[in-house]
């Protein structure tokens, strides 16, 4: 019996394929993908299709002026008008600032300003993150390895006690005995066990 090798070869280079080229079935992620990508179409075509300049002024007709109270008439003084931005309309759908400018053709113009911005400051966050992450796990790593090269907490307590610096371990079992009240048998039994270890 003999096998078709070239359908087996082909098999996981399709899978994996198949595999880079699936979309994320969370909503989340989804509906972040679209957000991201309505943001990056607007980014990439936004400058051509504002309907007024965005540095364009009509002092005119986008603005609506108002007399500053207690200005012009019998008051004395010259009449003065301060500018009241129009609210949405057909002609400027986000309506016009106080500078009688067009609301929709800034936002379209300065989305791609604002898009490079926040990627320029995210891969800069991206590199200093991987490069503190990675100093951060190479020191604790060497650390770690110095620190177990060190002898165990037992050997050191070992050492400590033939030098005699450390009290020998029975009289802390001859403690332990009178507090726990051991007599007779007993007794001889915890001062065996303390002379064994």
């Known amino acids: 019996m003999t096998i ?3 359908t087996l070869s082909q098999a996981p280079a399709t899978f994996q394929r ?15 993908l679209v957000i991201l990508g309505v943001f990056g179409v607007v980014a990439v075509i936004g400058r051509w299709i504002t309907p007024y300049s965005p540095n364009a002024t009509d002092t005119q007709n986008w603005v609506k002026h108002v007399l500053v109270p207690g200005t012009g008439g019998d008051s004395g ?11 949405p309309s057909a002609a400027h759908w986000l309506g016009t600032t106080v500078f009688a400018q067009d609301a929709w053709s800034q936002l379209l113009a300065s989305t791609q300003a604002t898009m490079f911005v926040g990627l320029i400051a995210a ?16 020191l604790t790593g060497r650390e770690r390895l110095s620190r177990d090269s060190r002898p165990a907490p037992v050997d050191r307590a070992r050492r400590l006690r033939a030098v ?19 007599h007779g048998a007993n007794a ?7 002379a064994q270890s």
Do not use: M
């Not at 003084?77 to 609210?87: D, E, H, I, K």
């Not at 009290?167 to 726990?180: G, K």
């Open 123 to 138: 891969a800069i966050a991206t590199v200093l993150s991987i490069i503190f992450g990675v100093t951060a796990g190479y």
């Open 77 to 87: 003084f010259p009449a003065s008008y301060y500018p009241l931005p129009f609210g």
């Open 18 to 32: 198949a595999r880079a080229f699936r979309l994320p079935r969370s909503p989340k992620v989804i509906a972040g």
């Open 164 to 182: 005699g610096w450390i009290q020998p371990r029975a009289r802390c079992v001859n403690h332990r005995r009178d507090h726990l009240g051991l």
């Open 4 to 6: 078709d090798t070239t």
């Open 188 to 194: 001889a039994r915890a001062n065996l066990v303390s």
